[in-house]
């Protein structure tokens, strides 16, 4: 009987030094999942956003949009005649050099030219004239989708 009582001291023991805080060896990845959650739609909304970041009010079209496969060149004209290329501003005589030395693809690379609606229609019609006879063969219009009402 001895035995048995020495055995249930010695076991209550243990559990008073099992009742401390041991060091935790696993890792929580709980938090870090729910911030890149957080981060990922975090950028998923802003990044349409940053896109093109000259403001211009364009046409609305019933047309589809071209599908393609890589980022395409764009080339701005503002509601005051001024030419962007991406963020860029630029002379009119400075267009067709500076579309070379950026362009990957040579002159097979996608263009998207983006018209103010408030801007001239020949002032456009110059701006694409001027980059097909540079050679460059892969141009578009951007607009808008008209609202169905």
Do not use: C, W
């Amino acid at each position: 009987m001895g035995m048995s009582t020495a055995g249930a001291s010695s076991g209550g023991g243990r559990r008073r030094r099992s009742g401390r805080h041991m060091p935790m060896s696993e890792i929580n990845v709980t938090p870090f999942v729910d911030v890149m959650l957080v981060l990922l739609i975090v950028f998923m909304v802003t990044a349409p956003l940053l896109t093109v970041g000259v403001p211009i009010e364009l046409p609305e079209t019933q047309a589809n949009p071209l599908q393609g496969d890589s980022e395409p060149l764009s080339i701005s004209v503002d509601g005051e005649g001024r030419i962007f290329i991406q963020d860029t501003e630029v002379e009119f005589d400075e267009l067709v050099p500076r579309l070379l030395a950026i362009s990957d693809s040579g002159y097979e690379e996608r263009i998207f030219v983006r018209g103010d609606s408030d801007v001239d229609y020949g002032t456009v019609m110059k701006v694409m004239g001027t980059i097909s006879a540079a050679g460059f063969t892969q141009i578009g219009l951007v607009t808008q989708l008209e609202d169905q009402q």
